[in-house]
């Protein structure tokens, strides 16, 4: 049914309502008319509000023909709507059995082409394609395995790239420790070499004045005989270079002075000099250093020899074949002297394991020489300072006129020495 007809149908009541509500009201007024010609004003008021209540009314139904008439226009669609909906019912029905027919002439066609791909043929095709399809998942599982293995390398790679860069970290700082060990063995050298040089000034200046000397009326005359001491630059491991005074003794061969008094012109007052490094002048009176005697007794067996002179100019000595320095830890305390040999006395003896104390290895108690105290220019008695060895004379010790301490290996005759200029002895 069209929207048109259902459009004329509706307004046919529509007209029938409005055609009796029109007729109503015709009457309602003539009869309101008549009523009101004849009533009173009591009348009239309740006729007027009869009138209002019938506009009312009027009105009301006026909107529920309004609402009628919309309500028949939804029902006429919605059935049209529905008309629709068996006819789409009606389509898909026939498109799905056209679609089932569709389908089943496929299997039909399917089916005959699997009949025919039996044939040797087309098997022996498919079994070149199955072939190639193995070959080709072998070839996929190589290329799996080599890309694992590429990877893998490439983690080895990266591994290999960090030590490589912790390996030239370590050779840059290498390399910086390397610098800085050449430049402090540089300044080290360059030191050395300014000692050297400083030492052979030294020794150009007492070459000229034991030149002069020599050549004065009043010539000089050492303890051992000689007029000039005969000099030599000594190296050692650990140790800067030195020059050492090497003296001949009669029967005893060649050894080096340590220690030397014979006139006081060097003051032995600890406060003033270092016993440790060694003070003094070698052409006087001097002390080596007990840093040098630590390290040469300790290096080898060293022998120790004493020479002492009185005022009355008689002559003796201790000679004691194992001579041994401590280090500066133990305060080079006096370790050993070994045994005995001279005609001077074993005085040396109760001083063995005592430290050195300011000037000498000194002991609390005992002691009994002492030959770097303040020297006296003649025979005196003493109680402890002073230059003097042991106290066999009344229990005394007397001051000496001179004294040198002397050593030298004692598996050899003679000190292996770098030999510096040797100054000529006449």
């Known amino acids: 049914m069209k929207p048109e007809n259902l459009s004329n149908f509706s307004q046919k009541p529509r007209g029938s309502v409005e055609d009796s509500t029109t007729e109503n009201n015709s009457l309602s007024s003539d009869s309101d008319i008549e009523d009101i010609s004849c009533a009173s004003g009591d009348q009239r008021r309740i006729v007027q509000g009869l009138r209002k209540t019938i506009r009312k009314n009027n009105t009301k139904i006026n909107d529920l023909v309004a609402k009628l008439t919309i309500a028949e226009i939804h029902l006429a669609n919605e059935k049209e ?83 490589i860069h912790e ?44 030149e002069s000397c020599q050549n004065s009326d009043k010539s000089f005359i050492f303890l051992n005989g000689t007029k000039i001491p005969s000099i030599r630059m000594v190296s050692f491991p650990d140790l800067e270079p030195f020059p050492a005074v090497f003296e001949e003794i009669a029967s005893a061969g060649s050894w080096m002075v340590i220690q030397r008094r ?110 770097n105290g303040t020297y006296n220019g003649f025979k005196v008695k003493v109680d402890w300072d002073g230059v003097w060895w042991g106290r066999w004379n009344m229990r005394n010790g007397y001051s000496l006129k001179s004294c040198k301490m002397l050593i030298r290996p004692r598996d050899e005759k003679s000190i292996e020495v770098n030999l510096g200029p040797k100054h000529p002895e006449t």
């Open 81 to 163: 709507k529905s008309n629709y909906k068996d006819d789409l019912i009606t389509l898909t029905k026939e498109t799905k059995d056209l679609s089932v027919k569709q389908l089943q002439s496929k299997i039909l066609e399917l089916e005959n082409e699997l009949a025919l791909s039996k044939c040797p043929a087309l098997i022996k095709e498919k079994e070149k394609i199955n072939e190639y399809e193995n070959n080709l998942s072998e070839k996929d599982k190589q290329i799996e395995k080599l890309e694992y293995e590429l990877t893998e390398s490439k983690a080895k790679i990266v591994k290999l790239e960090s030590t």
């Open 262 to 371: 014979i006139d006081g012109s060097v003051s032995f007052n600890p406060k003033q000099n270092s016993y440790k490094d060694g003070f003094g002048d070698l052409g006087t009176e001097f002390w080596l250093g007990l840093e040098k005697l630590h390290k040469l007794t300790m290096s080898r067996r060293y022998e120790l020899y004493v020479e002492l002179v009185d005022f009355d100019d008689a002559r003796a000595f201790a000679r004691y074949d194992h001579f041994v320095v401590g280090r500066s830890e133990e305060n080079y305390k006096l370790i050993s002297l070994g045994d005995y040999s001279g005609n001077a006395g074993d005085a040396l003896r109760s001083h063995i394991n005592c430290a050195f104390a300011d000037d000498w290895w000194w002991r609390s108690s005992e002691y009994e020489c002492f030959l």
């Open 167 to 210: 390996k030239d970290e370590e050779l840059v700082e290498w390399i910086r420790k390397t610098q800085k060990c050449d430049a402090e063995l540089e300044s080290k050298i360059k030191s050395y070499e300014a000692n050297i040089s400083e030492m052979n000034k030294k020794l150009s200046k007492f070459n000229i004045g034991a």
